[in-house]
């Protein structure tokens, strides 16, 4: 038996604002509300398809998402990341994991195009005893800008899973990991960022 989830979203998402807040009082003789005025719009579209048959051998999902970004002050910026992930068990108590994914962002403003991508490996083991399982493995990052900046990161991986008792459970571990900051993402932080960011 063969059975895919399918799962899919379309939006558009659009915020305006002032710089330096604004009221019916001037600000200054050469200031006016649209002279301070900024906005942004971003139309998006996430998917994914998952093994959704509980017998299968091998446990999948992929992912898929693209925005589009504009502001009212001629910076765009686009955005492609996708991830795939599967779960192959080896025996009762052993299976291998693999995770990749990527962020592919291309930020356009008065000046420049600027190129920023984000490549994640990450292979992992998982071992499952009666009162404790053990993750472990890598997580290997590429991190680059076009012409600028290429450097490749490795972090460990390692989480423990101990419990004693029925409704005692115990945990600790450390995992090493990197998060694409873009245009987008710092917006949503900071709404005044100018151009040239």
């Known amino acids: ?73 001629k910076t765009t910026e686009l955005v492609l990341s996708g991830g795939l992930s599967g779960v192959l068990p080896l025996t009762d108590r052993l299976s291998a994991g693999l995770e990749g994914s990527v962020v592919l962002a291309q930020t356009h403003d008065t000046t420049n195009t600027v190129y920023r991508n984000l490549y994640r490996l990450k292979p992992t083991f998982f071992y499952r005893a009666d009162k404790f399982s053990v993750t472990a493995g890598l997580n290997l990052l590429n991190d680059r800008e076009k012409v600028s900046y290429n450097q490749n990161y490795v972090y460990p991986i390692i989480k423990v899973d101990f419990q004693p008792f029925e409704g005692i459970r115990a945990f600790a571990g450390y995992e090493g990991d990197m998060y694409a900051n ?13 151009r040239n960011s």
């Open 182 to 194: 873009n245009l987008t993402s710092l917006l949503l932080e900071n709404k005044w960022l100018g």
């Open 1 to 73: 038996k063969n059975d895919i989830k399918l799962e899919g979203a379309v939006g558009w998402e659009r915020r305006g604002f002032d710089y330096y807040g604004y009221s019916q009082q001037p600000i200054g003789d050469n200031i006016t509300e649209p002279s301070i005025f900024n906005s942004w719009n971003k139309f998006f579209f996430n998917g994914s398809f998952s093994n959704a048959y509980e017998k299968a051998k091998v446990d999948y999902q992929a992912k898929a998402n693209a925005s589009y970004l504009f502001t009212h002050l």
